[in-house]
């Protein structure tokens, strides 16, 4: 049995809980930070974050199963992602006190 809420805040895999990811809070409204990456799917190595906020980006990218796969702080609006291999991942973005969720697909 696979059950995944809300984006992957805690999952059971055969009656077995593992550790979440994110927490199952709601976050307010003036915390929530909206941002478009793109390519999205992503070709290539580069990915482009648009955001309105300035200042250091904490950037954490998970795989489908949860996984903290990279972990990086930048002020760039562009970041070089050679070590994804294809597949799904979330990526995390949090600028200040500001916490943003997307989905990346790299093919």
Do not use: C, W
Not at 9 to 30: N, R, V
Not at 34 to 45: E, R, T
Not at 61 to 90: A, F, H, R, S
């Amino acid at each position: 049995m696979l059950i995944v809420p809300f984006l992957l805040a805690s999952f059971i895999l055969q009656g077995q809980s593992t550790t979440p990811i994110f927490e199952a809070t709601t976050t307010p409204p003036s915390h929530k930070l909206v941002f478009k990456i793109y390519p999205n799917p992503m070709v290539g190595k580069v990915l482009n974050i648009k955001t309105s906020e300035t200042g250091t980006k904490s950037i954490n990218i998970y795989d489908i199963m949860g996984n903290l796969v990279i972990q990086m702080t930048t002020p760039e609006n562009k970041i070089v992602l050679d070590e994804l291999k294809t597949g799904i991942y979330i990526l995390k973005l949090q600028v200040h006190d500001k916490v943003g969720i997307k989905r990346l697909v790299v093919q």
